[in-house]
C-alpha cells in the first residue's frame, strides 16, 4: 500500500495567491482529515470528511480556507488569498471508520505538505 | 470537552537510559480511544498505539510499553533501553466514541536521545 499521498511535499509562494493542497487516502479508508501543523498552535484538525461529505469544518480559521472531497480517492485543501501566517505544515490523514462507537483503525498520516508564503 | 496534556516540553537523555513520557487526558464520555504517535525529523507522524478506554491491560511491544490507568486519567509511554533513533516528538491524542473521528492531540513532547 502506497500509504496517504499528499503533494507538493513543499510549497512557497506570495502573500494573495491561491495555494492548493492535494490529498489521496488510502484506498478502502472512508474518513479523511485535514491537519494543520505549527509551533505555536501545534497539531489542529482544520476539518474532516466521512464518505466523501464534510463532517466537522470547525476548525477551519477563516473563509479563505476551503476543503473539497470530489470523490473517495481524492480531497484538496484551497487557501485563497494566502497569507504569512498560513505558513506551517499541512497533514492529511485517513482512516477506516466502522461507524458509531466502534473504534477508528487507526489514522494514517501523509508525509505532509511544507507551506512557506512570504 | 476533550483534552490531552503533554507537560513535558523536551526530554534528553543518554543512550540506553530508559524515559518515560506523560500523558494525560480529560474527556467526558465513557468510551474513548487513545493514541501514541512519533513524529521524527523527517516530520512524518507513525503510528504507535491505539488503546480503547474499557482494556486497561498495559502494552509491551520491544523496547515501548504503555501504562494506562483510569484512575489518573493517564497514558503513559516508557522507552526502554533507549536509541539515538527514538530521538523524535512524540504525540498523544484522544478520541472519543461520540466524535470518534475527532483525534485531538497533546502538544507533543521532544525526546532527544544523545550516543
Known amino acids: 500500500d502506497a500509504g496517504v499521498i499528499q503533494s507538493p511535499r513543499h510549497e512557497v509562494t506570495e502573500m494573495g495567491q491561491e495555494v492548493t493542497l492535494r490529498c489521496k487516502p488510502i484506498?478502502?479508508?472512508?474518513?479523511l482529515f485535514w491537519y494543520r501543523q505549527t509551533m505555536m498552535r501545534g497539531l489542529e484538525l482544520l476539518i474532516y470528511?466521512?464518505?466523501?461529505?464534510?463532517?466537522?469544518d470547525s476548525g477551519m480559521p477563516e473563509d479563505r480556507f476551503s476543503a473539497k472531497m470530489p470523490n473517495a480517492s481524492f480531497s484538496t485543501l484551497k487557501i485563497q488569498p494566502s497569507e504569512p501566517r498560513d505558513s506551517a505544515v499541512y497533514f492529511c490523514?485517513?482512516?477506516?471508520?466502522?461507524?458509531?462507537?466502534?473504534?477508528?483503525?487507526?489514522?494514517?498520516f501523509g508525509s505532509g505538505t511544507r507551506l512557506t508564503v512570504v | 470537552a476533550q483534552k490531552v496534556t503533554q507537560a513535558q516540553t523536551e526530554i534528553s537523555v543518554v543512550e540506553k537510559e530508559d524515559v518515560t513520557l506523560d500523558c494525560v487526558y480529560e474527556?467526558?464520555?465513557?468510551?474513548?480511544?487513545l493514541f501514541w504517535y512519533k513524529q521524527p525529523p523527517s516530520g512524518e507522524l507513525v503510528f504507535l498505539i491505539r488503546?480503547?478506554?474499557?482494556?486497561?491491560q498495559n502494552e509491551i511491544s520491544g523496547r515501548y510499553s504503555w501504562n494506562f490507568q483510569k484512575s489518573t486519567s493517564s497514558f503513559n509511554f516508557t522507552i526502554t533501553a533507549s536509541q539515538v533513533v527514538d530521538s523524535a516528538v512524540y504525540f498523544c491524542?484522544?478520541?472519543?466514541?461520540?466524535?470518534?473521528?475527532?483525534?485531538?492531540f497533546g502538544t507533543g513532547t521532544r525526546l532527544q536521545v544523545f550516543p
Open positions: 490523514a485517513s482512516s477506516l471508520f466502522g461507524g458509531f462507537e466502534e473504534a477508528p483503525i487507526g489514522y494514517t
Open positions: 484506498s478502502g479508508h472512508n474518513s
Open positions: 470528511f466521512n464518505n466523501n461529505v464534510p463532517i466537522d
Open positions: 474527556t467526558r464520555d465513557t468510551t474513548y480511544y
Open positions: 488503546r480503547n478506554s474499557f482494556d486497561e
Open positions: 491524542a484522544l478520541s472519543e466514541a461520540a466524535d470518534t473521528d475527532k483525534l485531538i
